[in-house]
């Protein structure tokens, strides 16, 4: 469900998700996963506000953070859903508030 802010037109998410990084992967965890989770068009902002875990993997690190998401326009959780299963590397949404 999307939460808007009155004094701001955009609507704002706030979502924990599980994101795979691969080893190597240029800069920190919690920076590449901000760019990755700020790829897809379709999500206009996205700032990681909290680690939850971080679990090694062989070839990838998987991490659990929970993000704000921005969006230009109030949307629904389903739509939230699938705007988010458009990242790359993106394991699961555990939650969505």
Do not use: H, Y
Request: negative net charge; proline residues 4%; charged residues 30%.
């Amino acid at each position: 469900m999307a939460v808007s802010n009155t004094t701001d037109p955009e609507s704002t998410t706030i979502a924990v998700v599980t994101i795979r990084i691969p080893c190597g992967a240029e800069g920190d965890l919690v920076t590449d996963a901000e760019k990755r989770l700020s790829r897809p068009e379709t999500i206009d902002d996205v700032t990681i506000d909290e680690l939850d875990s971080i679990e090694p993997q062989l070839s990838a690190t998987l991490i659990t953070v929970e993000i704000t998401v921005r969006w230009a326009t109030a949307i629904g959780e389903e739509e939230i859903r699938d705007r988010l299963a458009g990242v790359s590397g993106l394991e699961s949404v555990r939650r969505i508030a």
